[in-house]
């Protein structure tokens, strides 16, 4: 069975500062790994996907995230907030044979 | 421009009332989801359809009927039997098989007066 963890519903960082979202996982075969972004009354965007490969990914609007097995984590972070940033995002867990399951969500607020 | 399209965005419905959600893609992709949004709970699965004329139920479908007529069409229906309609509901798509990238809609909020 497969898991995820988002640490935090609610973060908040200063404009300019590091964005960092927490995320950890649970799956008993290789995981997919997904973070994605949602504005108020939006669907979800994708943002960033892990399958296999290089663990450290880039994505959309200058985010990355790092594939730790060891720590079952795959944090998003930026180097430097915007208040566009502001949204609300969703780490999810997936594999091969398996249905993608969802965290609860973390909303990121940005401070002027 | 491909994408998927959710109709209606808002909805009212009252109590007792069975409604449709209509979800169409031209990504001519394979599998297709519907997600209920609650504030604080994540995506959960309603339904899910990885080839037409089948689909399988998820973790919430109690209230809940769809279709899969045509590859580009998945219209769910919230049927009177649901206990707690009022949600943010979202479709998806993905090219195939259940772990691959999802394409969203822009959601239907649907409230039970």
């Known amino acids: 069975a497969q898991s995820v963890t988002q640490l935090g519903s609610h973060v908040s960082v200063s404009e300019g500062a590091l964005v960092l979202l927490r995320c950890n996982y649970s799956?008993?075969?290789?995981?997919?790994l997904f973070w994605y972004v949602q504005y108020p009354n939006q669907g979800l965007q994708l943002l960033l996907k892990?399958?296999?490969?290089?663990?450290l990914v880039k994505g959309i609007n200058g985010f990355e995230a790092e594939f730790k097995k060891s720590e079952t984590s795959f944090h998003l972070t930026k180097p430097s907030a915007h208040m566009s940033d502001a949204a609300e995002y969703f780490c999810?867990?997936?594999?091969?044979?398996?249905?993608?399951?969802f965290g609860k969500g973390t909303r990121l607020h940005i401070l002027p | 421009d491909g994408g998927i399209t959710q109709s209606p965005k808002y909805l009212f419905r009252k109590e007792g009332q069975n409604v449709t959600l209509s979800c169409e893609q031209n990504?001519?992709?394979?599998?297709m989801y519907w997600y209920r949004q609650d504030p604080g709970q994540g995506l959960r699965l309603i339904y899910y359809?990885?080839?037409?004329?089948?689909?399988q139920k998820g973790d919430i479908a109690e209230g809940y009927s769809v279709s899969r007529e045509k590859k580009e069409s998945f219209p769910l229906t919230v049927t009177s039997a649901q206990k707690n309609p009022t949600a943010f509901y979202l479709c998806a798509s993905s090219i195939g098989g259940q772990a691959g990238e999802l394409f969203f809609g822009e959601g239907s909020r649907l409230t039970v007066l």
């Open positions: 990504l001519n992709h394979d599998a």
């Open positions: 892990y399958t296999t490969g290089a663990t």
């Open positions: 999810a867990v997936g594999n091969r044979d398996d249905k993608i399951i």
């Open positions: 799956s008993s075969v290789p995981p997919y």
């Open positions: 359809s990885q080839i037409v004329n089948d689909f």
